[in-house]
């Protein structure tokens, strides 16, 4: 397999930190590796496959260096700057930031779901949001076996999606301080508000699981409502998934299908208190699927309840599957 020069931006935060992790643990061919944040963390050192590596400030230069791909995690803004820079430079950037998701020549991509869009990008290629690739991983199939008309996402969202900022307003949180990171207290507490509001009443966060997902199933009219809220999880992201479909279907047969899909995990068994649940999927990179249960409001539809690491195949583990294929077409 074809070796390639591989840097991390961003490597020194919670998603940068679990890109080196993922890399080590995939194993992927790598000849030269670089790690690159601001200035604040710039000299400082990561281990990576037992060895040290200093950490670059990222520069307008940084790319200068011949750099096969680049796995950017650090904000919205880093990545408006510089992954231009990156790309006109021949490096594909993914890039796990909300910037350029919806950009029309960039393609929104989940390994398992749609990795033929990988194929037409223009060295940018988008990581989706963290609710949004766990739902996907579920959606897909079904969508391909009974046409998806309608679906209500209700999410319970893990506080290390909000960097570890979040994490310390919860830690803290559980003894009496104040919060920082969040407007109001995330101990003991259910908040309805996961980025900024938007002039419609919902959250960004809230969009970008409407928008993101008419994108990555290729279907524009896709009917999709959430409401999602952050809740006292150091780890992983559970969602209430809500699907009306166009045909109708047997359930066993949909139990199946989902069993057999890639990437993912059936634990449906609730007659043994078994489900998914957010301190079992921590650490691992596959969507659990639990409580799959008929509809029985509509004429065809489903109930679903869906968990995944939000940092790992909600953001790591999926920017590196993404680099694992551009690797195996170089070849
Ligand atoms: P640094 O550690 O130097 O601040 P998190 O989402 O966990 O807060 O992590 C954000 C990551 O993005 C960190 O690695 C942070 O580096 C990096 N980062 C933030 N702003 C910049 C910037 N302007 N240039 C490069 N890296 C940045």
């Known amino acids: 397999m074809k070796k390639v ?4 931006v961003g490597a020194t935060g919670m998603v940068g930190r679990t890109f080196l ?5 995939r194993q992927l061919p790598i000849e030269n590796f670089y790690v690159m944040a601001s200035s604040r963390s710039a000299g400082s050192t990561l281990t990576f496959n037992g060895k040290e590596y200093v950490v670059e400030e990222l520069t307008e230069h940084s790319f200068d260096k011949p750099i096969d791909i680049a796995l950017f995690s650090a904000g919205g803004s880093t990545s408006e700057k510089f992954a231009p820079i990156a790309a006109a430079h021949g490096c594909i950037v993914i890039d796990n930031s909300s910037q350029w998701r919806m950009d029309p020549e960039v393609p929104l991509v989940v390994p398992e779901v749609n990795p033929e869009d990988i194929a037409w990008h223009k060295n940018i290629i988008a990581n989706p949001n963290c609710s949004t690739i766990q739902a996907m991983v579920a959606l897909k199939p079904l969508d391909d076996k009974y046409k998806i008309k309608r679906v209500v996402y209700s999410t ?5 999606g ?10 803290n949180g559980l003894k009496g301080e104040a919060p920082k990171k969040f407007p109001h207290p995330i101990a003991n507490n259910c908040l309805p508000h996961i980025d900024v ?7 960004k966060e809230e969009m970008k699981m409407v928008n ?3 994108k990555i199933l290729h279907n524009d009219n896709m009917r999709v409502t959430a409401t999602t809220v952050r809740v006292p999880v150091f780890d992983s992201h559970s969602e209430s998934i809500n699907i009306e479909f166009e045909k109708p279907f047997d359930l ?11 990437g993912v995990v059936l634990q449906n068994n609730s007659q043994e208190n078994e489900y998914p649940l957010a301190i079992n999927a921590a650490g691992h990179d596959e969507v659990f699927i639990g409580r799959i249960r008929r509809d029985e409001s509509v004429e065809s539809g489903v109930n679903l309840w869906v968990v995944a690491d939000n940092i790992r195949k909600g953001a790591a583990t999926n920017a590196v599957q993404i680099a694992e294929e551009i690797i195996k077409n170089m070849q």
Not at 156 to 160: G, I, K, L, N, W
Not at 197 to 203: A, E, I, R, V
């Open 156 to 160: 319970y969202q893990a506080v290390s």
């Open 212 to 214: 993101e997902t008419r």
């Open 197 to 203: 509001f938007l002039d419609n009443g919902y959250t």
């Open 21 to 25: 992790k993922v890399l080590e643990e």
């Open 162 to 171: 909000a960097g570890l900022a979040g994490w310390k307003d919860l830690e």
């Open 252 to 262: 066993d047969e949909l139990i199946e299908t989902l069993r057999n899909a890639p």
């Open 5 to 8: 020069n591989l840097a991390v």
